[in-house]
């Protein structure tokens, strides 16, 4: 397996350098997120879907523009420490997108990016009750694992710190169908900000 991953790298590596030599640019970036979404509307259910709020996201993103300022971006982020669902089991949401990208000049050092595309919504539930024969310590998940479908449109600025270094403040809008079965609303907002470098910079 680790000759695999190893392998895959290595492979992932050069496809990128290939890019980077012709009429691309490519972005490399980590950082990190928070969500907003809005509280629950009905305050007289007693068990009402909580809000999808908080948390630290940790994210990374690939992003390739060609010459004429479009491209595409893929991204996935998700929470480093688990919540608690209604004060009673533990979950982790994980996100997934990929992106139609524009990208603008604003000045030298400064450039804009637009984007519209689809992605995936995560969540694992975590087993308290240890029924799901993890006996060894092994991570525990049940069956109310969840997945949905979502729209991203988002937008960040990067600016340009030395060379090809960046750093990045983002936003993205959620719009993530169906969400309403498990949280308050189907509309999620992921503000954070990333560092990255260009491979190949226009």
Same mark, same amino acid.
């Given at each position: 397996?680790?000759?695999? %991953?190893?392998?895959?790298?290595?492979? *992932?590596?050069?496809?990128?350098?290939?890019?980077? +030599?012709?009429?691309?640019?490519?972005?490399?970036?980590?950082?990190?997120?928070?969500?907003?979404? =809005?509280?629950?509307?009905?305050?007289?259910?007693?068990?009402?879907?909580?809000?999808?709020?908080?948390?630290? #996201? =940790?994210?990374?993103? /690939?992003? /390739?523009?060609?010459?004429?300022?479009?491209?595409?971006? %893929?991204?996935? *982020?998700?929470?480093?420490?688990?919540?608690?669902?209604?004060?009673?089991?533990?979950?982790?949401?994980?996100? #997934?997108?990929?992106?139609?990208?524009?990208?603008? +000049? %604003?000045?030298?050092?400064?450039?804009?990016?637009?984007?519209?595309?689809?992605?995936?919504? *995560?969540?694992?539930?975590?087993?308290?009750?240890?029924?799901?024969?993890?006996?060894?310590?092994?991570?525990?998940?049940?069956?109310?694992?969840?997945?949905?479908?979502?729209?991203?449109?988002?937008?960040?600025?990067?600016?340009?710190?030395?060379?090809?270094?960046?750093?990045?403040?983002?936003?993205?809008?959620?719009?993530?169908?169906?969400?309403?079965?498990?949280?308050?609303?189907?509309? %999620?907002?992921?503000?954070?900000?990333?560092?990255?470098?260009?491979?190949?910079?226009?």
């Amino acid at each position: 397996m680790r000759k695999l %991953v190893l392998l895959a790298s290595a492979c *992932t590596l050069v496809v990128l350098a290939s890019l980077a +030599r012709a009429q691309q640019q490519i972005d490399i970036a980590v950082g990190a997120s928070r969500l907003y979404s =809005p509280k629950p509307l009905n305050s007289s259910l007693a068990f009402a879907p909580p809000p999808l709020t908080g948390g630290i #996201y =940790p994210q990374g993103s /690939v992003q /390739v523009i060609f010459s004429n300022h479009f491209g595409f971006n %893929v991204a996935g *982020t998700y929470r480093y420490n688990d919540d608690v669902y209604n004060g009673y089991q533990r979950f982790r949401p994980t996100f #997934y997108e990929a992106n139609g990208v524009y990208a603008a +000049r %604003v000045t030298n050092k400064i450039r804009g990016d637009a984007m519209l595309g689809v992605g995936g919504e *995560t969540v694992l539930f975590y087993n308290q009750f240890g029924s799901c024969n993890a006996i060894y310590g092994g991570t525990c998940h049940s069956n109310a694992n969840t997945n949905h479908f979502l729209i991203d449109v988002g937008g960040d600025l990067r600016y340009y710190l030395h060379g090809r270094l960046f750093v990045r403040p983002e936003v993205h809008f959620y719009h993530i169908l169906n969400n309403t079965s498990i949280f308050s609303s189907d509309n %999620v907002l992921r503000f954070g900000a990333s560092i990255g470098f260009s491979l190949s910079r226009q």
